[in-house]
């Protein structure tokens, strides 16, 4: 079968799109903290004995920037550092139960924003793009490209 010449268009608009449902699920219900430390949250929840070392790591930027986004998230009440019991020197980075709740709330509201587009598809439709999904995200990880655990921080 030969591929559309506009095939990658059409997935990064589809993309785009995508992101615009999950950024006005997200408007719409004033959530108090950047996209940004969003994706910080989801890193710390999805990496559980993290310190600011490793989450510069993940976020590809340098450990002061790292500890100046825990600093805002600490300050609103979002994430904890406390001493790890292995070893005092090391700084763990611990969500509390209101970064949580956040995190499921924006979860559960962005997959009924995504639900309620996709209400307004045919159901063959929504069943060819599951096929397709599946099938992007195995020739993705097959690729090499990052799908996964932090793909959701990275949306986040």
């Known amino acids: 079968m030969e591929r559309p010449p506009n095939l990658a268009a059409a997935i990064e608009a589809a993309a785009e799109a995508l992101i615009g449902v999950l950024d006005s699920a997200a408007s719409r219900h004033n959530v108090s903290v950047s996209p940004t430390q969003l994706r910080v ?3 710390i929840i999805s990496h ?3 310190n600011v070392n490793r989450l510069a790591d993940l976020l590809d930027v340098v450990p002061s920037s790292a500890s100046r986004l825990c600093d805002r998230l600490e300050a609103v009440g979002l ?3 406390v001493a790890d019991p292995r070893d005092r020197r090391e700084v763990r980075l611990i969500p509390t ?3 949580e709740t956040l995190l499921r709330e924006l979860q559960e509201r962005r997959h009924q924003a995504i639900q309620a587009v996709l209400d307004r ?3 063959r439709t929504q069943h ?7 099938a992007f995200g195995q020739a ?3 690729a090499g490209g990052q799908v996964g655990s932090d793909s959701a921080a990275r949306t986040a």
């Open 121 to 123: 598809m045919p159901h």
């Open 79 to 81: 994430v904890r550092r």
């Open 48 to 50: 559980p004995n993290a």
């Open 128 to 134: 060819e793009l599951l096929l397709a999904l599946a």
């Open 97 to 99: 139960a209101a970064a």
């Open 140 to 142: 993705a990880a097959l």
């Open 41 to 43: 949250l989801s890193l």
